[in-house]
């Protein structure tokens, strides 16, 4: 089935993954942990030791033996000092141990410190003996992982609870991902740079920074460059040539729409990349074009209104770079919401919606004007999705603008 035709009867959500299979992750590389936070494994992580590596207690209080438990009161006979080799817990005593204490041999139970009267030299039960059980308040060794077994699976990223396995079996310097190198590329006669003084008729070029503050603060991008071009052709081709000889995705802006001065589309082609994707049922961004480079880059035309392109970028472009980064999905789990709106208006596309969030886990949608509405953007939270006739707001899908 050719594009055009498909384009009639496949969602957007379709036509994404349509692009996404026809991506490769990155090139590898072995980083320091310490340059590894935020980047994506490449290989799963394997428990190189037990976790935990010795039975230990799991808080402060007395190592006993259960059949001790029945006199009046038990002796302390000494400390289990932390970061030590496990002591044998002579029979008829107990022995204070502390959370992470090596379990003394012997020892069957761990009584909370709270569970006892503390005596000087003894203890006394608070709690009848029957209540202690075998096990009590002990982390087995190997409960969580024995060693050799598989801990992370390759295309996660390194988060804070990652990082901690990381540190635990010792990978100090993980395989990942490289990052992904993206440019963009802002098109349109009318604009400037923001700082400069427009002329009633110019604009400050807005999705440069759009896209600049979506992209550059993510730790498994690169940002190469922001070119900026006229809208003719050439200037348009040259950049676009140049950002693709360095970089693995490219977002471009303006210029994709069926106007006589819309060049991307062309400059695309010219430059031998396949399109993908040509126009999608979706409000606002509905020119989006999607394509894949000589050497497998990520090609995304965005139109230019700016909560177009903010919209387009978020919901199609960031799991076009997730891909590209090793990632194991697509896109995280995502929240849904429940969304306050009276209006129930249908349109026959998918409706990108900026709202705001509300403590409750509901959202309001933003007053807007439009697909050039940024002031109204400005105010939002991120975006939700309603499907083309649909009704029932109760559970909707939320991007948020930050990644
Ligand atoms: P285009 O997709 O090039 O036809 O642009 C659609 C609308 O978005 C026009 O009104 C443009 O002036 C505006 N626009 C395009 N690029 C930008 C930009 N970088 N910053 C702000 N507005 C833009
Ligand atoms: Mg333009």
């Not at 604009?203 to 071009?229: F, H, K, Y």
């Amino acid at each position: 089935m050719g594009t055009a035709t498909k384009q009639h009867t496949e969602t957007p959500a379709d036509a994404l993954v349509r692009m996404l299979q026809q991506l490769q992750p990155v090139e590898v590389e072995t980083v320091p942990a310490s340059s590894a936070w935020g980047r994506v494994l490449a290989e799963p992580v394997r428990a190189d030791r037990d976790n935990p590596p010795a039975s230990v207690s799991a808080m402060d209080g007395y190592a006993v033996r259960l059949a001790d438990l029945n006199a009046p009161t038990l002796p302390v006979c000494g400390e289990v000092a932390i970061g030590h080799e496990p002591l044998v817990l002579p029979a008829g005593h107990a022995l204070r141990i502390f959370t992470g204490g090596c379990i003394p041999a012997g020892c069957e139970a761990v009584i909370r410190r709270e569970d006892v009267r503390e005596l000087g030299s003894a203890i006394e039960l608070r709690v009848s003996p029957q209540a202690i059980r075998p096990g009590d308040n002990i982390r087995y060794q190997g409960e969580n992982a024995k060693a050799g077994q598989q801990v992370l699976a390759a295309g996660r990223q390194i988060d804070a609870a990652v990082a901690s396995a990381l540190a635990a079996f010792g990978v100090s310097r993980p395989r990942v991902f490289r990052r992904v190198r993206v440019g963009l590329l802002i098109t349109g006669d009318e604009l400037l740079p923001p700082e400069r003084q427009p002329q009633p008729w110019q604009l400050r070029d807005s999705n440069g920074w759009t896209l600049q503050s979506m992209l550059s603060t993510v730790p498994w991008i690169e940002l190469i460059r922001c070119m900026r071009a006229v809208d003719a052709l050439p200037a348009i081709s040259s950049s676009l040539d140049q950002l693709l000889s360095r970089c693995d995705a490219v977002f471009i802006t303006g210029g994709v729409s069926m106007g006589d001065h819309d060049y991307v589309p062309a400059a695309v082609r010219d430059l031998g990349c396949r399109v993908v994707f040509r126009k999608l049922p979706i409000r606002p961004g509905k020119p989006l074009l999607g394509a894949v480079g000589p050497q497998g880059q990520a090609v995304l035309g965005l139109p230019g209104n700016p909560v177009s392109v903010a919209v387009t970028a978020r919901r199609f472009g960031v799991p076009v770079l997730r891909v590209l980064a090793g990632f194991s999905t697509a896109e995280p789990p995502r929240p849904v919401v429940r969304l306050n709106e009276e209006d129930r208006d249908a349109i026959k596309l998918w409706w990108y919606r900026p709202v705001c969030l509300d403590s409750d886990g509901t959202a309001r949608c933003v007053p807007n004007m439009g697909s050039g509405d940024l002031a109204a953007t400005a105010r939002s939270d991120g975006f939700v999705e309603i499907a083309p006739g649909q009704s029932n707001f109760d559970s909707l899908p939320f991007w948020p603008w930050s990644i």
